[in-house]
């Protein structure tokens, strides 16, 4: 990188965690703290509340996704607008009501001390887990791509999001995911300009997407009912409206992102703000992954994108080199067909199409021949597409600021977590079972030292992590192991009036334990099934063991 890429980035950075830490240096109190005493307007929360669940692999694996399998993982989110319109009806007026720090107060409220425990435990294992995922995802990918320190960068990322979690408590991390949000979107819309600007003279955005269409990749719409298949439309509103149900719903991260707004309204507007613009905002930052694959038809790829996985010399394997020559003749082929391009010509669109096939196999081929000759390859390389892109293609200045909006995400989303792990940790167990007195600074000193503490186990993880094949499946795979769980349990309280602690209690644990059963004969392949639906299997099973539970109570 350049001395203006790395002046961009710090500046940035730097300005960021300032700004945030400055604005709430007089939070004296716990409300204040992990409230911000109610003091956040609409656009605020709703900022903050895509700002958390935004987080960096979202802008590094959300590309890759779309170059590598199209326009369809935006049905993941079709199921959001639901939820955040069922969240305003039924789960707001209740933590207003009752004027909760965190969702899980309301459960010992509705129920006892033991289910409020053991969901909000639920929450600290799922998100502390997912805090390190966050730093470790765009850690591992700068430091391979930029030949930088891992561990140092997981403990770069982590510090910052410390500084000004801890300084100002829920209000830093709202106004500074304003910010955040600001310099990725910008950041954003700035690549897309130079992706379509790589692409030939004669070929406009237009074409770009004729051509991303004849080779399969805007088919936005699977109509298939296919259990196992994770992206279609019926994963996407019944197994996401689920998800999102459980996220946002039940989720301290995001729940502490409204409860802080200044009134009811303000958190609804808030909610339905983030459902209006949330698949808009995803639907773009695919299609930046589309024009990088159509620019990429011009533009040579490399066979393989993390070049740094590779720990054999690839010039003296006559096999690998073969592949590669063969690649590098069917790309010469297939770009002059297209640099003539025309959407009505059936011949050419077939030719072009045989030719993807032909390209896409010979790198399959060459991955399979690289793992077979060593045993540490990692073929997984769809997470480093788009940052390939970016450091081969954009002006010096813009890639700084394309890594500033990498470092924002990781610390916005992982900002977010730990003030909430905090919030939980202070509130459902500290003062609920520890604290021996009311005293405000104490509780306040508590809570901050127990953001240090999350941050630095998630530095901790974030340092221990593996790279696992695509890191927002990885995400929202740990969510949806125990969100189910947790819905389940919110479901019972707010629809089930006659059901107590005991059953409650006993249902959890019971849908718990059928969905880690669940996953665990999924990974050894005895059954076929799409992660979302493991938040409805989850709910359901939470929710009919309760009612026979309770009805065996009864009958006793």
Request: aromatic share 14%; hydrophobic share 50%; charged share 15%.
């Amino acid at each position: 990188m350049s001395w203006i890429d790395w002046t961009v980035l710090i500046s940035t950075l730097l300005l960021i965690v300032g700004y945030g830490s400055w604005k709430t240096r007089k939070n004296n109190n716990l409300e204040g703290y992990l409230k911000g005493n109610n003091s956040e307007n609409w656009m605020t929360i709703g900022l903050s509340i895509m700002a958390t669940q935004a987080s960096a692999i979202t802008f590094l694996s959300t590309p890759g996704q779309a170059y590598e399998s199209g326009m369809g993982f935006i049905q993941f989110y079709f199921g959001l607008p639901l939820a955040m319109i069922l969240i305003s009806i039924f789960f707001l007026p209740i933590y207003y009501r009752l004027k909760v720090y965190t969702a899980y107060q309301y459960l010992e409220q509705r129920f006892d001390s033991k289910v409020r425990s053991f969901t909000a435990f639920l929450f600290l294992v799922s998100r502390g887990l997912a805090a390190g995922i966050t730093i470790y995802a765009p850690a591992i990918i700068l430091s391979t791509l930029l030949d930088w320190n891992l561990q140092l960068t997981c403990v770069i990322i982590g510090v910052l999001v410390i500084v000004y979690t801890v300084s100002g408590g829920s209000r830093a991390v709202s106004l500074t995911q304003k910010w955040q949000m600001t310099v990725i979107m910008g950041g954003m819309f700035l690549a897309f300009y130079y992706v379509i600007q790589s692409f030939p003279s004669n070929i406009g955005f237009a074409d770009g997407i004729d051509i991303a269409g004849s080779l399969g990749k805007m088919e936005i719409i699977n109509l298939e009912v296919d259990p196992s298949n994770r992206y279609t439309l019926f994963s996407g509103l019944i197994g996401g409206l689920f998800l999102f149900l459980s996220y946002f719903g039940t989720d301290q991260s995001q729940v502490q992102r409204y409860l802080g707004g200044k009134t009811l309204k303000a958190s609804r507007l808030g909610l339905m703000f983030n459902g209006l613009f949330k698949i808009p905002m995803q639907f773009f930052i695919l299609l930046v992954g589309i024009m990088v694959f159509v620019s990429f038809q011009f533009n040579k790829p490399p066979i393989i994108f993390n070049t740094s996985a590779v720990n054999i010399e690839t010039q003296k394997n006559a096999e690998l080199q073969a592949i590669e020559s063969e690649y590098d003749a069917n790309f010469e082929t297939k770009k002059d067909v297209l640099e003539n391009w025309d959407s009505n010509n059936s011949a050419s669109i077939e030719l072009v199409q045989t030719l993807q096939k032909n390209q896409d196999s010979l790198r399959a081929t060459y991955k399979t021949t690289m793992a077979k000759i060593d045993d540490d390859y990692e073929s997984k390389d769809s997470d480093y597409i788009f940052l390939t892109f970016v450091l081969n293609f954009l002006p010096k200045g813009l890639i700084g600021l394309l890594l500033a909006v990498i470092f924002s995400a990781a610390m916005s989303s992982t900002a977010g977590e730990l003030n909430a792990l905090a919030s939980t940790t202070t509130i459902d167990f500290y003062k609920k079972y520890w604290s021996r007195s009311d005293d405000e600074k104490t509780d306040l000193r508590a809570s901050k030292l127990l953001t240090v503490g999350w941050g630095v186990l998630a530095i901790v993880i974030a340092l221990t992590a593996g790279l696992f094949e695509n890191l927002i499946q990885l995400v929202n795979i740990l969510g949806s192991l125990f969100y189910g769980t947790i819905l389940g349990v919110f479901l019972l309280a707010f629809f089930f009036k006659r059901i107590n602690g005991k059953a409650a209690l006993i249902g959890a644990i019971i849908g718990q334990l059928f969905v880690l059963t669940l996953h665990t004969l999924t990974v050894l392949d005895y059954v076929e099934l799409s992660y979302l639906l493991y938040n409805i299997i989850g709910s359901f099973v939470v929710v009919v063991s309760g009612i026979i539970v309770q009805i065996s109570i009864n009958q006793k």
